[in-house]
């Protein structure tokens, strides 16, 4: 009866009018719900890796990591096989989501028992569905017969989201063909996160995606903006055509004609044959211009020129040929600014900047923080050969308040440099490997919470009257005033950082202040 209440259930998941990964967010409730586990993931199949779809009681950055699979034996096991796998408490193999389990008493804990199914759609294998308890036990045969007929519904849920999106696809007159379930939206072994910030880009990329019209990607370090140049090829018309990578900053400039256009034999010494160049590579799909604000105006001149007729010459001919090549160029520099200063060309900078899109910075991106620390947390684990690697609490909150400058890569190289420092002090391999926010070292991110402390600390003092009790909204109005104080010195009075170092939203940070009599 008990296994009929959760087909019922699963069912009525089913038929809810619902977005394909809301509708699969709810399965995976349900499920862990009945089997009364701690965790329960959907993950897909890409290549030669599995990423979560849907997933309920892991820790956050737990969804932006990618298991490859032949580094994941359980993950492979349940790959491999049409019925339900379980994993005996006492199995030598690790299991993938270890430490990373919301509900564990101390975030160190292994997974005491595991189970799952793949999933296939149409035939094919589709990915694999995963169930993990803290408590030994927790699966038996029954579950496990239990797990095999829910996981026809699953399965159906899946299939429904995908025909779903194929209509969707359809209707905006998508060509890419296939429309792969996913829960950002993009291309999730590239661009990672769900935050409004970069929806928002990953939206306007779809629409313009479908024209030739120049892109200019704007951005500061570090944003990732050869990733979006990337995705937007994979989403045009071009896309089964070649995508050529140019980095403007890299080429010297006696040689930057000759790369972008290609030169004769004996335009200039060395050149023992003709050559042809990047625009000549990418004809008929698109190139990719890096920091396009480095290029010499010499260059700049012929690039306006392949801009409005679609022509190029080569160093050393007096004669010019067609390609037809979509631009789509990028730069942390202001243009505007160097226009002024003589350095970029007015004309060529309204020629590129047909359709200019922003890409924000990762503070404004802080609800992606944690996907995109798990998403390198993994790549570091097998880079390093660790069994499982995970943030502290802490740790997590250091990154959330950080501002990073350098972005998403100034991310990456924080998580890689502080994986390698948990090894030096000791750390084992075989272990699960806690980084700590002091590994981190992100400055000023230490000092602040040890400041925090002091202050909450000093304040509770200073609210003991003489009979020693204490008077609580007293100390809990003078600990919030101080602390908000403290976290705007620290911000050098801007609100919005105050309210992301208190973990606040910006909103209720200006009502509290008010109440507070700080505004």
Sequence with gaps: MHDVTLLET???????????????????????????????????????????????????????????????????????????????????????YDGLIE?????????????????????????????????????????????????????????????????????NNRRDGEYSLTSNGADAQDIIGHSAALMTVLQELEVVAGSDLPVLLLGETGVGKELFARHLHRLSSRNKQPLVYVNCAALPETL????????????????????????????????????????????????????????????????SHQVNVRIVAATNRDL????????FRADLYHRLSVYPLPIPPLRDRDVDIAVLAGHFLELNRARLGVRALRLSPAAEQALRSYDWPGNVRELEHTISRAAIKALSLGARRDDIVSIDANLLDLPGVAADAQAMQQVAGSVVNSSLNDSGSLNLKHAVQTVQRELIQKALEQSDYKWTQAARILDLDPSNLHKLASRLGLK
């Excluded at 920091?291 to 190029?312: F, H, T």
């Design 10 to 96: 699963l069912i009525a998941d089913l038929v809810t009018d619902l977005p394909a990964v809301i509708r699969l967010e709810k399965v995976v409730k349900t499920l862990r719900t009945h089997f009364h586990c701690g965790a329960v993931v959907i993950l897909k199949h890409d290549q030669d890796m599995l990423r979560p779809i849907a997933s309920v009681g892991l820790a956050r950055e737990a969804l932006g990591r990618r298991f490859l699979v032949s580094q994941h034996p359980r993950l492979a096991c349940i790959l491999g096989s049409r019925e339900t796998v379980r994993f005996e408490p006492d199995s030598p193999l690790a299991d993938p």
């Design 103 to 171: 509900d564990s008493p101390d975030g160190h804990l292994a997974v005491h028992d595991c189970m799952g199914i793949s999933l296939h759609i149409e035939g094919k294998i589709w990915g694999v569905l995963t169930l993990d308890a803290l408590t030994p036990g927790t699966f038996d045969e029954q579950t496990m017969q239990a797990l095999q007929r829910a996981s026809l519904l699953v399965e159906a849920a899946i299939r429904m989201g995908l025909i779903e999106q194929n209509i969707r696809a359809l209707r």
């Design 256 to 319: 930057a004609e000759s790369e972008l256009f290609g030169h004769t034999r004996g335009a200039y010494s060395g050149a023992t044959h003709e050559r042809a160049g990047r625009f000549d590579s990418a004809d008929g799909g698109t190139i990719f211009l890096d920091e396009v604000g480095e290029l010499p105006l010499s260059i700049q001149a012929k690039l306006l020129r392949v801009l409005q007729n679609g022509e190029i010459q080569r160093l050393g001919s007096d004669k």
């Design 336 to 343: 505007k600014q160097q226009i002024k200063n003589g350095d």
